[in-house]
T-cell receptor, first 115, second 113 residues
């Protein structure tokens, strides 16, 4: 069965420091992979997606992610974190059923940013 | 930028009552979804809807749940007889084609008393 694992429940970084959020997936075929961000009281905003092609994908707000098939990973990175990046981050895989028909989410990583 | 709109933002209902959660997907989108997130847990898929019918549903989506697209713009989730465990944040999502990502609304927080 498809699944997504985000090993880190909470991460705290200092403003200006680099960030890497881990995501591992279990999926039989080439996955569609996503990172979403959820600020308190808000919905899920798409940060970036991987469908095929270049394994390093750029997203909004200065985020990037790298798809590594050999490691079944899709880690999210940002070179310099801003206080406004404090939020919860969800990795998700698209499950195929005639096109990808649903998203399977990880448990999320809550990011805190210290000034 | 067009967005998915959900109303109300917060719904408080007595156990056993019916509730309808409303969503207005992005206008040219064709695929529609409901997800829920129980407090402190992961976001879970409930149901997908395409071409005026359910294309997939999860085990959570039992006979108490139904979805409808009553007109060209709204997409609703109905829970016929709410239970305490239905308390959650419910997200609506839509996408335009198979190879495009899903766009989410801000959610409706459903509280069952």
């Amino acid at each position: 069965a498809q699944s997504v694992t985000q090993p880190d429940i909470h991460i705290t970084v200092s403003e200006g420091a680099s960030l890497e959020l881990r995501c591992n997936y279990s999926y039989g075929a080439t996955p569609y992979l996503f990172w979403y961000v959820q600020s308190p009281g808000q919905g899920l905003q798409l940060l970036l997606k991987y469908f095929s092609g270049d394994t390093l994908v750029q997203g909004i707000k200065g985020f990037e992610a790298e798809f590594k098939r050999s490691q079944s990973s899709f880690n999210l990175r940002k070179p310099s974190v801003h206080w406004s990046d404090a939020a919860e981050y969800f990795c998700a895989v698209g499950s195929f059923s005639g096109g990808y028909n649903k998203l399977i989410f990880g448990a999320g990583t809550r990011l805190a940013v210290h000034p | 930028e067009p967005e998915v709109t959900q109303t109300p933002s917060h719904q408080v209902t007595q156990m056993g009552q019916e509730v309808i959660l409303r969503c207005v997907p992005i206008s040219n989108h064709l695929y529609f979804y409901w997800y829920r997130q129980i407090l402190g847990q992961k976001v879970e898929f409930l149901v997908s809807f395409y071409n005026n019918e359910i294309s997939e549903k999860s085990e959570i989506f039992d006979d108490q749940f139904s979805v409808e697209r009553p007109d060209g713009s709204n997409f609703t989730l109905k829970i016929r007889s709410t239970k305490l465990e239905d308390s959650a944040m419910y997200f609506c999502a839509s996408r335009v084609t198979e190879n495009q990502p899903q766009h989410f609304g801000d959610g409706t927080r459903l509280s069952i008393l």
